[in-house]
């Protein structure tokens, strides 16, 4: 009866111990999915900053050098198009962060409200796009633009 009961204890305290190494485990593991998640939505804002207070300046400093497939047409391409309304707001949710190698990109869907010079009442906009950017010196950059552009 007594090594029934010792031989419980053992038991007990063995899956105890074995629980807390498994969080503790789960505890080191999650903050670096969480940090990529973090910098993401902290780089998703800044893009949408940039975008919703445009000057050229302003929102080359977010676009890498090595923008694919040219960082130059593309900022020149977001200037026109900004030039054409006025935007009302500006919401996103991102879907989903995927990590590479000095590089992670966002899935994300998007819409907009803008109102055109040219035209009469709100036009909404709303599409599903992807963002990667690449770690450089003085941060992350965006160095891609893919689906359907929310610029």
């Known amino acids: ?12 305290f063995s899956f105890c111990i074995m629980g807390c190494v498994s969080m503790n485990n789960q505890a080191v593991q999650a903050p670096t999915n969480q940090n990529l998640w973090d910098t ?4 998703m804002g800044e893009v949408f900053e940039h975008y919703q ?12 050098q090595d923008f694919s497939p040219n960082a130059l047409d593309f900022i020149d391409g977001v200037n026109k198009r900004f030039n054409k309304g006025n ?27 803008v109102q055109y010079y040219n035209k ?21 950059r965006l160095s891609q633009v893919g689906g359907q552009s929310p610029f």
């Open 40 to 43: 993401a939505k902290e780089m």
């Open 87 to 113: 935007i009302l707001e500006m919401d996103y949710s991102v879907d989903q962060v995927l990590p590479g190698a000095g590089k992670f990109s966002v899935s994300f869907n998007w819409e907009k409200k």
């Open 53 to 64: 207070h445009f000057s050229r300046g302003y929102f080359s400093d977010i676009v890498s």
């Open 1 to 12: 009866m007594m090594k029934t009961r010792i031989y419980i204890t053992f038991l007990v």
């Open 120 to 140: 009469k009442g709100l036009t909404l906009k709303r599409g599903q796009a992807q963002f990667v950017f690449n770690k450089e010196a003085g941060g992350w």
